[in-house]
């Protein structure tokens, strides 16, 4: 089983096999209701549909970003209320076409130490490009799966670690926010706009090719090592924590282990006005 991307094939393969679990992650920004009213209309059968907002964040303070992170207790008893195992391989899909939100739940899921976790490559959008079948039946509930969390803390870092950091050799924020939010411009999300100082800008669809599935890992190599960062120095971050977990796939996906996740990103960074900011290129 593969821990980072697996093909549309693949899956087809294993449609109906109980040691695999397929979940609908699709979400817009913009539209809160539009995942659950996809996949309800249409999705790959057998899977089931998991929400941005409820099922792959946790509580707002205020303080802590867009998108926090679920306790990890609860977001193992909402993996485990799928059915999912300590040994179940789960597959988490999007829309496709360069979207964000499978990579999230991905990173959630190796967060609380399920490595049997892949992305579906190209989302739901190259899975019907194949003609593989869809359904509009809601998913049966099966019966309690039994998953232990095992908090990978090491994978991530908080605000406090970033700002201590800042200038040293030993981390480099990789920014994946579209070029024009990272300069401080169109800044229409949060409050605030620009970027940590001293990050890169790697906007996360640059992972992608044309047809919305990841380049080849020999491609995202080359492209992050021209950064000039170690795999172990950098540090993702994005508006709130969700389409930073797509470059850090990508890396994964390369063979660049190492990398962590800020996972309150700007967000929460510009919550607190003490924190310094940057603009510009």
Known sequence: MANTIVSAQELRAHLGDPRWVAIDARYALGDANFGLQAYRESHIPGAFYADLEHDLSGAKTGTNGRHPFPEPARFAAFLASLGVDDDTHVVAYDAGG?????????????????????VLDGGFATWRQHGFPTS???????????IRASLQSARTVDAAFVLSHLGSDAMRVLDARGSDRFAGQNETIDPVGGHIPGAI??????????????????????????????????????????????????MERAGLIGSRLYGGSWSEWVADPARPVATGP
């Open 98 to 118: 360069g979207d964000m939100f499978a990579a999230r739940l991905w990173f959630l899921a190796r967060w609380i130490g399920h490595d049997a976790t892949a």
């Open 201 to 250: 800008n790697r906007p996360f669809k640059e992972n992608f090719g044309a047809d919305g599935t990841f380049k080849p890992p020999e491609q995202l190599r080359a492209e992050f090592e021209a950064l000039g960062v170690p795999p172990g120095a950098v540090v993702h971050q994005c508006g709130s924590g969700v389409s930073a977990c797509v470059n850090l796939l990508a």
């Open 136 to 146: 509009d039946e809601m998913t049966q509930v099966p019966p309690p799966g039994s």
